[in-house]
């Protein structure tokens, strides 16, 4: 065998490793499935669960980058909103309002991200570990793009769902303001239409004013 021939063959070997990292990590993420959150869907029927959730944060990153005050890449935005849940696997989903759950929130999505971007190619796991990383932070144009649309579109399906969530547990206003306080800062005109909708349910008594 040749010198060609070797190089060609390592060249091979280290394309199916590849491939066989990817498609383990590709079956792992169809576990985010299983995972269900609290908010419900559109017609009330059931919760979504996670991947629906990112999926439908996708569609809504297309439609609504106009409205941002800040000019994002798409690309990056999309992968953030499809990958931000992936922790989830493993972290499980924590309410947006359970203080409690929120008190070991971060360490148990950070063990998370370490176990599911490890099982990726190193090269791939390192940037979506890094783009996982940029949303936590909260900093970039691309977060607060993401973190808007995470936001924003439980609240629609709340409104869908004739407050169904928020009616179960008693969720007030100043959580929901509390939860969105940054996203003024983003979109203006998104940030106006959370508010007429949060007033729209404290009117219908699903959501608690304070």
């Known amino acids: 065998m040749n010198e060609t021939e070797t190089e060609k063959e390592t060249g091979m070997g280290l394309q199916k490793e590849r491939l066989r990292q990817q498609i383990r990590f590709i079956v792992e993420a169809d576990k985010v499935k299983n995972i269900f ?6 017609d009330g029927a059931r919760r979504e669960n996670d991947a629906e959730h990112s999926w439908h944060l996708a569609l809504a990153a297309v439609l609504l980058q106009e409205h941002m005050k800040e000019e994002a890449d798409l690309t990056k935005v999309l992968i953030m ?15 947006a309002y359970d203080e409690a759950g929120a008190a070991t929130k971060r360490e148990r999505e950070l ?13 791939q ?16 144009a691309d977060a607060k793009f993401a973190h808007l649309l995470d936001n924003f579109q439980p609240l629609l399906l709340n409104d869908a769902s004739d407050g169904k ?16 306080e940054r996203i003024p800062e983003t979109s203006e ?6 508010q007429e909708i949060m007033d729209q349910h404290i009117r219908k008594g699903n959501l608690q004013a304070d």
């Open 125 to 140: 796991g390192a940037y979506f570990r890094s783009l996982w990383d940029e949303f936590e932070e909260y900093e970039t």
């Open 165 to 180: 969530s928020w009616a179960e547990h008693g969720v007030h206003k100043s959580q929901v303001c509390k939860r969105n």
């Open 189 to 194: 005109i998104v940030w106006e239409k959370m």
């Open 37 to 42: 959150r609290q908010t419900y869907l559109a």
């Open 111 to 123: 063990k998370a991200a370490d176990r599911i971007f490890g099982l990726l190619p190193e090269d």
């Open 81 to 95: 909103v499809l990958i931000h849940d992936l922790v989830e696997i493993d972290a499980g989903d924590t309410y």
